[in-house]
């Protein structure tokens, strides 16, 4: 039996039949960043630019079967988690973390839609946090996201770094907090607290409105980490990647939504 060649990142989260956000942002993520993509399917949502129209949540024996299938075969150096819709699955996703134990995890905990609609009940956000953050690499909340796991409110970006600290103090071992939310100002800054402190990036906030940012900011990372970058160069490196696909963004549907350019920074582009 032959050794992988090539290193793998592994994708647990929700499909995007309008190939905007999701697994299928999650695997040209990983393409772009140099790394094989593998995908189970914790959640298939129909889904346009204009909406999301069903959700269908797998049995978790299935979700349990894809992991395991995905841990035979290949080098999995990183696993991105996405959206993952009850405490069932969460638990699911868990035991499989801690029984395969990948070098880095990346959580981007999906709880709040575009919409502001609440995605996660509380059983789920319980199990979120006491499971799921534990096992974590790094997590990449958005600012809804942060203040659901915190009870609070994050109103302006001194309170971001308190957030980040915090939820880096419920068991993740980084936290890179996400500012698209915070309202006001010519720039998006995004704080990491890890084991050196904090660090903060910032870029020009760009007048759009666009779908996928956070899936592809955390499958950035893990395929940056899943090469062997180190934790605060992965972080920096897949926002600048984020930055320049949206700034080569383009609309395939008939809604408003920009969809990200993946490989924008690609020689010969």
């Known amino acids: 039996m032959q050794t992988p060649t090539v290193i793998s990142a592994l994708t647990i989260a929700g499909s995007d039949s309008g190939g905007g956000a999701g697994i299928q942002a999650d695997l040209k993520a990983f393409a772009a960043n140099g790394v094989h993509g593998l995908s189970a399917l914790a959640a298939l949502t129909a889904q346009h630019t204009r909406g999301v129209t069903a959700v269908h949540v797998p049995p978790v024996e299935f979700l349990e079967a894809q992991i395991d ?7 999995i150096r990183a696993v991105k988690l ?14 499989a973390l801690e029984k395969h134990r990948p070098p880095h995890v ?17 059983d789920a956000l319980h199990a979120l946090r006491t499971r799921l953050l534990p096992l974590a690499t790094v997590a990449t909340p958005n600012l809804p996201e942060a203040e659901l796991l915190l009870g609070r409110k994050i109103p302006d970006l ?3 770094a ?18 698209g939310h915070l309202q006001g100002g010519g720039e998006v800054v995004d704080i990491l607290a890890d084991a050196e402190g904090e660090l903060r990036t910032a870029h020009p906030r760009l007048a759009l409105d666009a779908h996928g940012t956070g899936c592809t900011l955390a499958s950035a990372v893990a395929a940056n980490l899943a090469r062997g970058l180190p934790l605060r160069q992965a972080c920096t490196a897949a926002v600048d990647y984020v930055h320049a696909a949206l700034r080569a963004h383009y609309r395939p549907g008939r809604g408003d939504v920009a969809v990200l350019d993946h490989f924008a920074t690609l020689p010969g582009r």
């Open 158 to 160: 001194e309170a971001m």
């Open 82 to 95: 996405g959206m993952l819709a009850s405490a069932a699955v969460i638990e699911t996703v868990a035991r």
């Open 162 to 179: 308190e957030a980040a600290a915090a939820l880096r103090a419920l068991g993740a071992s980084a936290v890179l907090l996400k500012g």
């Open 106 to 122: 990346v959580l981007d905990p999906v709880m709040v839609a575009t919409s502001g609609a609440r995605l996660l009940e509380e």
């Open 69 to 75: 299938a995905c841990f035979e075969d290949f080098d």
